[in-house]
């Protein structure tokens, strides 16, 4: 307790500030600033941040009520008492308990932020961008004090100066509503759980073997066909008796293009890029089910029913695969503006290929002397008209052995091998290694035991994650093409959206700060700061954690 004019108030005590992911400078002082309980007044001294109020207003808005809830789907929410006052736009400066303001001076996404008793709150940003994840690291703050405070009590900040930056310009998350689907409102809550961690990349997976997720008007069987499987494996792939559930799956499960111009706005008013990933020539069965003429032998083809790498992809040989991939492109580049375009490589037997006609005339052709060639003629021909519309490919990290042009971003997953093979060869790099960043991974080292729900495998806990560093093994050259950091979520095994938050949570924190913060501290030291600031948060907005490092288990 500290005395203020008179009264006493909680205040958060000096050094108390916690925050994910770590600035990379912080300095507290004894002073104390107290804000409103009812309402707190936000200025936007340039005209470009005006949005980031309503934004920001509507994101800290309070969803749930406190409590602990025992969901259908087997999970916990826990939602804390933290009240905070709502947000509301002054409109002149000298009313405003929080100033937002653009500073020139300082980098897109770098911003600084000051808690004084002469200006109580003013964040500055190089951009929109730097002044949201100065709000970000706000809201942390503002979400410790009520905590601290008590609900509907004043709010009293410690005196504080910030100035923070991001080390990587791509920190990233992937989705995947293709195994099981989401709603746009489940991606959008997915979105505003990115904005807490200071992610600014989503990366939308949107096609696979076991169902077409988008719209494509010029191809109206992806989704009246390719979204739906007959039924699905019970249980895990390895679990050979458990056998499948006999029920339809899918039926509907797409967005549209008024779903997809939804999303995009969502996010960008949130500063986050969204990439679609179109995958090919591997996990294309929906397509194939939808149009059989795009595979070696025909078809008939069913829609994946179960997990795994299917042998049967797109054909290479025929003109017409490359027809359909082009339009299925443009339209993708007609709804999404991003630089990259992500398409997928990964997984790709080349059985298929061996057989067919089509395939062995295309290699004796181009002069291919392998299957694996024949994938890279397919992925060089996509790149160069990806290229001559003005975007970029990001390829997961088969491409290498396809044989990769030096402009193709190379996303390294299995492990970072592939990511270290491609930075020194002089390709750009996201770094998503499955050994620590794949979030379908168990969370404990007996997961049975622990009761987690079923996983795909592996153990990648939180301290696992946040040991990553994505520069092991490069030197000075070769660091600069490492661009990010992204956590892979597949959904094989992932029902709701419950349960993608219990995978997530608190691993994203570990993802935000290793992306975020050039310089690292302790492991010990990260988990008491998410324990005292991202547990809260995911409190205060009633999203699923899991518990198990918050229980000591590993
Ligand atoms: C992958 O996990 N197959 C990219
Ligand atoms: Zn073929």
């Known amino acids: 307790m500290i005395a203020v004019s008179g009264t006493a108030v909680s205040v958060l005590s000096l050094g108390a500030v916690n925050i994910v992911p770590m600035p990379a400078e912080m300095k507290e002082n004894r002073a104390v600033v107290q804000l409103p309980s009812d309402k707190l007044k936000v200025y936007a001294a340039d005209p470009a941040l005006e949005p980031l109020v309503d934004v920001w207003a509507e994101f800290l808005g309070k969803p749930y009520r406190p409590g602990t809830e025992k969901l259908s789907t087997g999970f916990t929410r826990i939602v804390s008492e933290t009240v905070l006052p709502k947000i509301r736009e002054a409109r002149d400066m000298s009313a405003a308990d929080i ?50 405070a008590g609900d509907g009590k004043p709010l009293s900040l410690p005196g504080l100066y910030v100035r923070d930056k991001p080390h990587f310009s791509y920190r990233g998350a992937h989705f995947d509503p293709c195994r099981h689907f989401f709603t746009v409102d489940e991606l959008k809550t997915f979105i505003d759980i990115m904005a807490l961690h200071k992610l600014n990349t989503l990366h939308w997976h949107l096609t696979d073997d076991q169902g077409w997720r988008i719209e494509i008007e010029k191809y109206p069987l992806l989704t009246k066909v390719g979204t ?32 997809v111009r939804e999303v995009l706005e969502y996010a960008s008013a ?64 007609e709804m ?46 996509i790149e160069k008209y990806l290229n001559d519309k003005g975007r970029k490919i990001i390829g997961w990290d088969e491409i290498l052995e396809a044989g990769v042009t030096p402009t193709a971003t190379v996303m390294s997953w299995r492990g970072p091998e592939g990511g270290i093979a491609a930075a020194k060869q002089g390709n750009d790099v996201i770094m998503a290694p499955n050994i620590y960043f794949y979030l379908d991974y168990y969370q404990t080292a007996d997961p049975k035991a622990n009761g987690e729900p079923l996983g ?91 518990p198990y490092v918050f229980e000591g288990i590993k």
């Open 99 to 148: 100033r937002l303001d653009i500073d020139r001076s300082l980098a897109e996404e770098e911003y600084v932020l000051t808690i004084s008793p002469e200006e109580k709150v003013v964040i500055s940003g190089g951009t929109a961008k730097g002044v949201w994840w100065g709000m970000q690291t706000l809201s942390q703050i503002l979400v410790q004090s009520a905590a601290s």
């Open 228 to 259: 739906v499987r007959k039924e699905t494996k019970v249980g895990h792939i390895n679990d050979k008796e458990a056998g499948y559930d006999g029920i339809p799956y899918g039926k509907g499960c797409y967005y549209t293009k008024k779903d």
């Open 270 to 333: 949130r500063q986050i890029t969204v990439i679609p990933e179109i995958e090919m020539p591997g996990h294309a069965v929906a397509a194939l089910t939808s149009y059989p003429w795009l595979g070696c032998t025909g078809g008939p083809y069913e829609v994946w029913t179960t997990w795994g790498v299917s042998e049967d992809v797109f054909c290479i040989g025929k003109e017409t695969t490359f027809d359909f991939l082009e339009d299925v492109l443009d339209e993708i580049c």
């Open 336 to 381: 999404f503006p991003s630089e990259y375009i992500h398409i997928g490589g990964d997984e790709c037997p080349s059985v298929r290929w061996k057989d067919c006609p089509d395939c062995r005339k295309r290699m004796q052709e181009e002069g291919l002397e392998s299957e694996r060639q024949l994938q890279g003629y397919l992925l060089h021909r």
């Open 456 to 546: 795909i495998g592996g153990y990648v806990p939180l301290e696992k994650c946040y040991s990553f560093d994505p520069y092991d093994r490069l030197n000075e050259n070769t660091k600069k093409h490492i661009k990010g950091i992204q956590a892979n979520t597949w959904s094989e095994y992932i029902a709701s959206f419950d349960h993608y938050q219990h995978m997530d949570l608190p691993r994203f924190s570990a993802l935000s700060e290793v992306a975020w913060s050039e310089d690292k501290t302790s492991y010990e030291d990260f988990l008491s700061r998410v324990t005292a600031s991202m547990k809260p948060m995911y409190e205060y907005f009633g999203y699923i954690y899991a």
